[in-house]
């Protein structure tokens, strides 16, 4: 079980990488247009994302810093998001690693 744990740990990481690197070729105008999805526009989506990681991550380590709210703006532009993206990943793929049966 362990083994899948950290295969979904490096997917999560691989996945978030393509997103942020696909996120990186709009302009700030077409990351912060209203799209109609849920949270409205990717830069709401992304942050609502890092909040829900943020938040499990708290549950399950009792450490770090976690949103009260799902729909948390936690960073005004990408690049901040990218760089918290990165250092969050980096935390969940080093708390599965260190897990044992």
């Keep these: 079980m362990l083994q899948q744990y950290r295969m979904l740990a490096d997917y999560n990481r691989w996945a978030?990488?393509?997103?942020?690197?696909?996120?990186?070729?709009?302009t700030?105008?077409?990351?912060?247009?209203?799209?109609?999805a849920f949270f409205g526009s990717l830069h709401p989506t992304l942050?609502?994302?890092i909040a829900a990681d943020r938040i499990w991550m708290r549950r399950f380590t009792g450490t770090g810093e976690a949103?009260?709210?799902?729909?948390?703006?936690?960073f005004d532009n990408?690049?901040?998001?990218?760089?918290?993206?990165?250092?969050?990943?980096r935390r969940i793929v080093e708390w599965v690693s260190e897990l044992d049966e």
């Design 16 to 26: 978030n990488a393509l997103v942020y690197r696909a996120a990186s070729e709009l």
């Design 28 to 36: 700030d105008a077409e990351f912060r247009d209203d799209k109609g």
């Design 47 to 49: 942050n609502h994302l």
């Design 67 to 74: 949103p009260t709210a799902l729909d948390s703006v936690l």
């Design 78 to 89: 990408l690049a901040s998001l990218s760089l918290a993206r990165r250092v969050e990943d």
